[in-house]
């Protein structure tokens, strides 16, 4: 009977680490190599505060699509990451806006009602010494992560 019960337990801890693993997999920030000479990150289900250091931290300035809930908890833990964006999309509110003391700071901030529209939006501020940063923290995050996914697959060349 004791047996029994620690390999139900270790089978349990098992599963626990592998589900740990998959989520660690899926929550950590991903470099997708270049596209159109940029450099391309994303991340699903980021913390706010690490997205305000990572933004921060790239030599570039940011082209970031994002969720509008990433958008506005980040920005309003620190709103100097500003500073290091080029251009703010958010791909699930076609009617975003920053605050008006922001607006100025960043040259592009545009909202869309999906992640196509968020495409063609990014693929017209392409540039060299650039980032893009794609983060996802919605309920759909999975479904944005094959999104984004699939989309870079078309468009980049290998």
Same mark, same amino acid.
């Given at each position: 009977?004791?047996?029994?019960?620690?390999?139900?337990?270790?089978?349990?801890?098992? !599963? *626990?680490?592998?589900?740990? $693993?998959?989520?660690?997999?899926?929550?950590?920030?991903?470099?997708?190599?270049?596209? +159109?000479?940029?450099?391309?990150?994303?991340?699903?289900?980021?913390?706010?505060? $690490?997205?305000?250091?990572? $933004?921060? /931290?790239?030599?570039?300035?940011? &082209? +970031?699509? /994002?969720?509008?809930? !990433?958008?506005?908890?980040?920005?309003?833990?620190?709103?100097?990451?500003? %500073?290091?964006?080029? /251009?703010? &999309?958010? #791909?699930?509110?076609?009617?975003?806006? =920053?605050?008006?003391?922001?607006?100025?700071?960043?040259?592009?901030? &545009?909202?869309?009602?999906? =992640?196509? @529209? /968020?495409?063609?939006? *990014?693929?017209?501020?392409?540039?060299?010494?650039?980032?893009?940063?794609?983060?996802? @923290? @919605?309920?759909?995050?999975?479904? !944005?992560?094959? %999104?984004?996914? %699939? #989309?870079?697959?078309?468009?980049?060349?290998?």
């Amino acid at each position: 009977m004791e047996k029994k019960q620690d390999l139900n337990l270790e089978n349990r801890l098992l !599963d *626990f680490r592998k589900e740990s $693993l998959k989520k660690l997999n899926t929550t950590t920030m991903r470099s997708h190599g270049k596209l +159109w000479g940029m450099d391309v990150f994303s991340w699903f289900l980021p913390d706010p505060e $690490l997205i305000t250091n990572t $933004l921060s /931290a790239f030599p570039f300035h940011v &082209i +970031w699509l /994002a969720n509008e809930n !990433d958008i506005i908890r980040t920005i309003h833990d620190d709103n100097t990451i500003v %500073n290091n964006l080029h /251009a703010v &999309i958010c #791909y699930d509110n076609s009617i975003f806006s =920053l605050p008006e003391n922001l607006l100025n700071e960043v040259k592009h901030v &545009i909202g869309t009602k999906n =992640l196509i @529209s /968020a495409f063609e939006c *990014f693929q017209m501020l392409q540039g060299t010494q650039r980032v893009l940063m794609f983060t996802s @923290s @919605s309920e759909s995050w999975e479904e !944005d992560k094959l %999104n984004f996914e %699939n #989309y870079l697959s078309m468009v980049q060349i290998k």
